[in-house]
């Protein structure tokens, strides 16, 4: 059933937030040393041998010219999970998917390949760790787990660690050097990391 995980699985990119801390500003498409913050993210899995496509709500024909691009079922900005649903529903023949967020332009080079050596028949979702820590948004489902996404959702759930945490699932420890898994939330922060790049 695991046979070619890796080559066979979708990865998605998560711009699907409001972005409040960023002045309103669409997060994946604010300029880091003068290209869109998410083409990292996007360049740095294809240099990994995966398929991207970007869940986003807004700017859509922007995104659509970086990668396949769909939004969430509603409009109502539900974060993270809303996107991760929506992932299942776009894509109904993939059996599991990757997700990433917009906001943290260094991955490990081995991001995809570790993620998905962690994957067994018992594991519904592999999370990466990052100095002791869980990582919730980077992560790979199986989609066992969209009944329950839909429900929790419904519920107004919203915290992606605790709905991992209901379920089977495997922390893959990552112990690469910053600024890998460092996220922009600010414009300071956007700032600081320009020169790390």
């Not at 974060?79 to 990757?98: H, I, N, R, T």
């Not at 081995?110 to 519904?124: F, G, H, I, R």
């Amino acid at each position: 059933m695991l046979a070619n995980k890796q080559e066979k699985m979708i990865w998605v990119v998560l711009a699907g937030g409001r972005a409040t801390r960023m002045l309103g500003q669409e997060k994946g498409l604010v300029e880091l040393n003068h290209r869109p913050m998410i083409t990292y993210i996007i360049d740095q899995l294809q240099a990994q041998g995966v398929d991207v496509v970007i869940n986003a709500n807004t700017q859509m024909e922007q995104y659509q010219r970086l990668a396949p691009s769909f939004s969430d079922n509603n409009q109502n900005y539900e974060g993270p999970l809303s996107g991760m649903l929506a992932a299942f529903d776009a894509y109904p023949e993939q059996q599991y998917l990757g997700f990433v967020a917009c906001d943290v332009p260094c991955l490990p080079d081995n991001y995809v390949e570790l993620m998905c050596s962690s994957l067994d028949a018992q594991t519904q979702i592999v999370v990466a760790q990052y100095e002791g820590r869980m990582q919730p948004v980077f992560n790979v489902m199986h989609r066992s787990v969209v009944d329950e996404l839909r429900s929790f959702l419904a519920k107004g759930e919203r915290k992606v660690g605790y709905f991992i945490k209901k379920h089977q699932f495997k922390e893959q420890p990552f112990k690469d050097a910053a600024p890998v898994f460092s996220n922009i939330n600010t414009l300071a922060e956007l700032k600081a990391i320009e020169s790390l790049l």
